[in-house]
């Protein structure tokens, strides 16, 4: 069985960065046949999409992320990261990582989440 774990969430100024890991471990046979994604939920609003990255590389912001965060993944690590500069008090929310069932990023009742990393942007 594949498990997700979230790190580096935080505490942080307006304007200020953070990088938060997504941990790959379990079961899984090729890290790099799955597209993966962080998502966001903040309290009373429902859970949206930060960014994707496909299997091969391909990467898909939503707005308000671009410019501004960064996806990447190490495969031989196993591990997705997501680098967010020039925070602002509206990114503050729950930080999901997602592991996709196929090499692009649609979903499927077969995807995998993580347990959530906490981010605070303080004005």
């Known amino acids: 069985q594949v498990q997700l774990v979230e790190s580096g969430g935080g505490l942080v100024q307006a304007g200020g960065s953070l990088r938060l890991s997504c941990a790959v471990s379990g079961r899984i046979l090729r890290t790099n046949a799955h597209a993966m994604g962080w998502f966001r939920q903040a309290p009373g609003t429902q859970r949206d999409m930060v960014a994707t990255i496909s299997a091969g590389g391909n990467t898909n912001y939503a707005d308000s992320a671009k410019g501004r965060f960064t996806i990447s993944r190490d495969d031989a690590e196993r591990t997705l990261y997501l680098q967010m500069n020039n925070l602002k008090p509206e990114d503050t929310a729950v930080y999901y990582c997602?592991?996709?069932?196929?090499?692009?990023?649609?979903?499927?009742?077969?995807?995998?989440w993580g347990q959530g990393t906490q981010v605070t942007v303080s004005s």
């Open positions: 997602r592991q996709y069932s196929s090499l692009r990023p649609t979903p499927s009742r077969a995807d995998v």
